[in-house]
């Protein structure tokens, strides 16, 4: 017994110091696998999760945090040779643009997160404009809706798709006011004037971000472009923009301060410069006013190489100066140009730059992983499941269907023209865009699909089934002058009971890099309408574009025109919807038509001048108009026809205190149900600055009945009718105000009063 207990305490011992040996090994092992492995343990983000990760990063990861490279997609197994992957393995990308699905973010996310020191996620980014695969109207389109909750909810379904495909950011709204339809990125924009386009800027950020951006379906916005871009000299694309800080303030201004007001994430700088400094390296833009004034607490990424365009502009001397004035100025993300990857460093070693600023850069980019959730679950974007039931789903179709019908405007519909009768047994569809997949989706289509759009002629099919032959014939091309197509289109007219002319422009010309000198249809589209309009069939055209036209010609020949913009995905449903009275269209314009581009810049909220037109004498010279041309547009801003028709009576304005009620009456006295959307417009007759002839102050979209009236009631505050002066302060003038109520800009009734 005694020999067998010695020899259990001699293995007994044996074991022990076995033990503690492999045990060693194993905490030596472990230590240095902590020392290989990423540390992607801080603790729960919160207050010091940012500083305590700041204080662990090199200078080196500190400005990788402050790169935003751009990806095509790629074969997920071919991701180790591409230059993505080099450049993430080394921790130098903070955020990546253009890469989409959940299987190729998850790679890169992976090698973010897995195979870099501190496992910092990285930030993917994409144009999501107007729509991800589900493709709503363009944003000009939709803003014609003047439905701020439908402009809401096509936002939060482009965000419901975008994050089930594996995206946190999208480059959106487009806040930009704009007065040149030659400029192509209207397209991307709610029209020109500040009420509405703040309004419309506040929506799509509540879209996008939600309530909550912690969640897996909401993402981050980016309004852009800062600031003033819509101004683009001769609306050339990318041109210089030359404005006093008075008009940038009152015109420009406020729909990125509402973008701010929602708490949107990120802000995008512009291209052009603003009091002679291009906005990349604008320290009064972006620092002065957006920091210290309006306080926004986002961070801020330059529009793809503005760094670098800070040479041609002959603001920087090379791109290390570039870099240095960027940096100074208030840019936390470089977009694309690697002007910071590349230079920074040198410039904090040569102490031109110093490290507390590159901190501060590197500090908003970090808290916004942090409030999007991504420390907590980098790959929360990437749950295969959602991409089945998330994307293209029967909702967001239905939502697209309806945004497409809302945001169709009713230009001319002489002797009921539309809705297309019921007795109508054959249709002539004739048009370079009656079956045009692509050209449905627009410019900026993001992972749009045109093989499931749904043309012009298919929903025109759809709608009536076998009951209606239905053909179509393309007549001309959109942009050549052959004409050889007319005969079969005018056979085809003369054979068919009703006859719809599909024209405008392609999808590609507008949106960026898209800038025209003719506004006109393009190409001999024209002519193909004169000629089968001299048919004398009943014809209705059904306009396809991304910016007013000069369509004079057009309007003196069709008895009906319907605008519908790029409708996106279900164009073609929504648009049969309202050519067959299955919607009472209720659009109205928000960027107004010119008669000829000599108009233009044209825009309803003007300036009087010395020398105003006199109604009462026309052709009297010598005052401000045209000897070619009258001074009024084709079509105003706010305009836009209904099935029925409208009558507005009764205005009353009474002053309370600091508040002024509006009141008028608006009957339906046509022969269908509609709705209209009655439009508030103020004129301060007399001011210390001079005032515009008018201003949208308010609007309501409302149904009403066929016969029914129904009263609607405005409230404004003095800080309503408040304007800024050349200090940039902000303050109301007493005096005389004329109060205009209508459905739309010109024609509406008005009563002046006093104001103390």
């Not at 789903?393 to 019921?422: D, G, H, Y």
Request: some cysteine.
């Amino acid at each position: 017994m005694k020999l067998i207990q010695q020899s259990f305490t001699a293995s007994r011992n044996s074991i022990w110091k076995r033990s503690f040996i492999y045990t060693f090994f194993l905490v030596v092992v472990l230590l240095m696998a902590c020392d290989q492995q990423p540390e992607t343990t801080f603790g729960k983000p919160g207050d010091k999760f940012v500083e305590t990760l700041l204080a662990k990063m090199t200078l080196e990861e500190k400005i990788g945090q402050l790169n935003l490279v751009a990806s095509s997609d790629f074969v997920t197994g071919d991701f180790e040779e591409t230059d993505i992957a080099k450049i993430t393995k080394e921790a130098k990308a903070g955020g990546i643009l253009n890469i989409r699905s959940v299987e190729r973010i998850r790679t890169v996310q992976k090698a973010a997160v897995e195979e870099t020191r501190l496992g910092i996620p990285v930030l993917f980014g994409l144009d999501v404009i107007h729509g991800y695969k589900t493709i709503f109207p363009i944003p000009l389109a939709l803003s014609c809706s003047f439905d701020l909750g439908l402009i809401e909810e096509t936002a939060r379904v482009a965000a419901q798709e975008s994050t089930a495909d594996g995206l946190a950011w999208t480059y959106s709204p487009m806040v930009d006011i704009s007065r040149d339809p030659r400029w192509g990125r209207v397209a991307e924009g709610a029209g020109e004037d500040t009420y509405l386009g703040s309004l419309i800027a506040k929506a799509y950020v509540r879209g996008y971000q939600g309530n909550d951006l912690q969640g897996n379906n909401t993402m981050m916005a980016c309004v852009k472009h800062f600031a003033a871009y819509g101004a683009a000299e001769a609306g050339r694309e990318y041109n210089t923009v030359d404005m006093s800080k008075l008009t940038l303030y009152e015109w420009y201004l406020p729909p990125f301060k509402a973008a701010i007001d929602e708490e949107v994430g990120s802000i995008m700088t512009s291209f052009n410069e603003i009091s002679g400094v291009p906005s990349t390296s604008n320290h009064w833009l972006l620092t002065e006013l957006l920091r210290n004034d309006w306080h926004f607490n986002g961070f801020v990424v330059t529009d793809y190489t503005s760094i670098n365009e800070l040479v041609n502009h002959g603001n920087a001397r090379d791109d290390k100066n570039a870099a240095e004035l960027a940096m100074k100025a208030g840019v936390d993300m470089d977009m694309q140009g690697r002007v910071f990857l590349n230079n920074l460093k040198v410039l904090v070693e040569e102490g031109q730059i110093s490290e507390e600023l590159v901190d501060q850069a590197v500090r908003r980019i970090l808290e916004a992983k942090v409030k999007l959730g991504l420390f907590d679950d980098p790959y929360k974007y990437c749950d295969e499941e959602r991409v089945k039931t998330d994307i293209m789903n029967e909702n967001q179709l239905a939502v697209a269907r309806e945004s497409v019908a809302k945001s169709c405007v009713l230009l001319k519909n002489e002797n009921k023209t539309l809705p297309i009768s019921k007795n109508v047994k054959s249709i002539a569809i004739i048009g370079p865009l009656g079956n045009s997949k692509k050209d449905m989706l627009g410019n900026w289509m993001a992972a749009g699909e045109p093989e499931k759009a749904v043309t012009l002629l298919e929903g025109i099919q759809k709608k009536v089934g076998s009951d209606v032959k239905v053909q179509w014939i393309e007549g001309c091309k959109v942009d050549d002058s052959d004409k050889s197509g007319f005969a079969e289109a005018v056979k085809l007219a003369r054979q068919s009971d009703y006859v719809i002319l599909a024209l405008g422009e392609h999808g590609w010309m507008s949106g960026e890099a898209a800038s025209r000198t003719d506004i006109n249809l393009p190409g001999v589209q024209n002519e193909l309408a004169e000629a089968v309009i001299n048919t004398g069939k009943p014809t209705a055209v059904v306009l396809f574009n991304g910016r007013p036209l000069t369509i004079t010609k057009l309007d003196e020949m069709a008895p009906a025109i319907l605008e519908t913009w790029f409708g996106g995905t279900q164009a073609g449903n929504g648009i049969a919807d309202v050519l067959f009275g299955d919607y009472n269209p209720s659009g109205k314009l928000t960027m107004t038509f010119p008669r000829n581009l000599g108009q233009v810049p044209v825009y309803y909220n003007h300036k009087n001048t010395g020398r105003p037109l006199d109604p009462e004498r026309p052709d009297f010279k010598y005052l401000s108009r045209y000897i070619d041309s009258p001074n009024n547009p084709l079509y105003p801003f706010g305009y836009g026809l209904s099935y029925t028709t409208f009558q507005y009576s009764d205005l009353t304005v009474n002053s309370e205190g600091e508040q002024v009620h509006i009141s008028v009456s608006v009957a339906n006295t046509g022969e269908d149900d509609g709705e209209e959307v009655v439009q508030l417009y103020v004129q301060d007759k007399v001011g210390t600055i001079t005032r515009p002839v008018k201003e949208l102050k308010g609007f309501k979209k409302l149904m009403i009945k066929k016969g029914e009236s129904k009263t609607i009631d405005f409230t404004l505050t003095k800080d309503d009718l408040a304007f800024y002066h050349p200090d940039l302060s902000k303050s109301y003038e007493p005096g005389e105000f004329v109060f205009f109520v209508g459905g739309n800009s010109q024609d509406n009734l008005q009563k002046t009063i006093d104001l103390k």
